[in-house]
């Protein structure tokens, strides 16, 4: 992994780290509401993202290190386990659509000016 991903992670606009489940298990969240949650086992990252249902279905059937999200609604969130073999710029892509869809359920006067 090339890139950082909390660094990437908390410089979204108005991105907070949070805590609530233990020091073990990292949330992001956009005026509180998560984005993405990192934790590790066995030593690996795993990073749950939010995606849409049918890019979610997609992106499992291209890639290994993608499987429905541990411990999330399945239909609308992913776990992206950290192991090499997908490309940082599709790991940024996917931290991106996570973002922009929790944003734009802010509601269109909150969301505006987070997404430009």
Same mark, same amino acid.
Request: charged residues 30%; glycine residues 4%; neutral net charge.
């Given at each position: 992994?090339?890139?950082?991903? #909390?660094?990437?992670? %908390?410089?979204?606009? /108005?991105? !907070? +780290?949070?805590?609530?489940?233990?020091?073990?298990?990292? =949330?992001?969240?956009?005026?509180? #509401?998560?984005?993405? %949650?990192?934790?590790? /086992?066995? !030593? +690996?990252?795993?990073?749950?993202?939010?995606?849409?249902? =049918?890019?979610?279905?997609?992106?499992?059937?291209?890639?290994?290190?993608?499987?429905?999200?541990?411990?999330?609604?399945k239909k609308h969130w992913n776990t992206v386990i950290?192991?090499?073999?997908?490309?940082?710029?599709?790991?940024?892509?996917?931290?991106?659509?996570?973002?922009?869809?929790?944003?734009?359920?802010?509601?269109?006067?909150?969301?505006?000016?987070?997404?430009?």
């Open positions: 992994m090339a890139f950082n991903i #909390k660094k990437y992670l %908390l410089d979204k606009p /108005e991105a !907070k +780290e949070d805590f609530p489940f233990g020091p073990q298990v990292a =949330v992001y969240k956009v005026r509180d #509401k998560m984005f993405a %949650l990192i934790g590790t /086992e066995d !030593k +690996e990252i795993r990073i749950n993202l939010k995606c849409d249902p =049918v890019e979610a279905e997609q992106l499992r059937m291209v890639f290994d290190a993608v499987i429905p999200g541990y411990h999330m609604n950290i192991n090499g073999s997908i490309p940082d710029a599709e790991v940024k892509r996917m931290i991106d659509n996570s973002y922009a869809l929790v944003v734009k359920k802010l509601g269109k006067s909150a969301a505006h000016p987070l997404l430009q």
